[in-house]
């Protein structure tokens, strides 16, 4: 699995060298309209494709947020790679969100699953089943398998995943990232229960969202 840099993902360089580029270009000619939004799209973009660093919690028996955003769903789902039902944690992103997306355990990928689809807002539930999205499998140290779905979103186009099947992954290391406003959702193993509540914010990385019962 590759790293990306530690302060910025190295897909973001193009359109933030573009935008680049343009404000200067429009800053020379004089035309200070063009110029003053050409900065303004690279401020955003710089700050959208910034990847800082996370203090991971090493307690045992916890996993941690995918994803930087808001709790939207505590409940139950059906797992899209198990088929079984299982307590799902739903975290989305808006376009302010940090978007390098987290391992929520340390494990191995077992498995993963592509589906095409629309790109209605993710922040509605059936997003989860009608929009584009990638389900990556992880299998933790104890044998126990847990289901992470980027699902892209109104404005997202593109999710990109670093991992590869086979992978080792530790907990809180980068697995991918998805463009532009989105949503991950975390499906439970059994003998978890989540440590988050709807309405709750969440750091990828660093934000504990599920415990081991008992």
Same mark, same amino acid.
């Given at each position: 699995m590759r790293t990306p840099s530690i =302060? &910025? /993902? %190295?897909?973001? $360089? %193009? =359109? #933030? #060298? &573009? *935008? *680049? /580029? *343009? /404000?200067? /270009?429009?800053?020379? &000619?004089? $035309?200070?309209?063009l110029a003053v939004l050409a900065l303004i799209a690279l401020a955003l973009l710089v700050n959208f494709f910034r990847d800082p660093e996370r203090f991971v919690p090493g307690d045992a028996g916890v996993a941690v947020a995918p994803a930087d955003g808001r709790i939207i769903k505590v409940g139950t789902a059906t797992d899209p790679l198990s088929g079984e039902e299982r307590t799902v944690v739903c975290i989305f992103m808006n376009l302010f969100n940090v978007h390098v997306n987290r391992a929520c355990v340390a494990g191995t990928v077992e498995n993963m699953r592509y589906w095409e689809g629309k790109f209605i807002n993710a922040s509605f539930d059936k997003a989860s089943q009608d929009n584009e999205r990638l389900a990556v499998r992880v299998v933790d140290e104890e044998g126990a398998g847990w289901t992470m779905v980027q699902i892209a979103g109104l404005v997202a186009r593109r999710i990109i995943l670093w991992a590869e099947k086979g992978d080792k992954v530790n907990r809180g290391q980068r697995y991918g990232m998805i463009k532009f406003g989105s949503r991950v959702d975390v499906y439970l193993p059994v003998g978890y229960q989540p440590a988050v509540t709807v309405g709750g914010r969440t750091a990828a990385g660093q934000t504990v969202i599920a415990r081991k019962a008992g």
């Open positions: =302060s &910025l /993902t %190295p897909e973001g $360089w %193009p =359109s #933030i #060298i &573009l *935008a *680049a /580029t *343009a /404000t200067v /270009t429009f800053a020379l &000619l004089d $035309w200070p309209v």
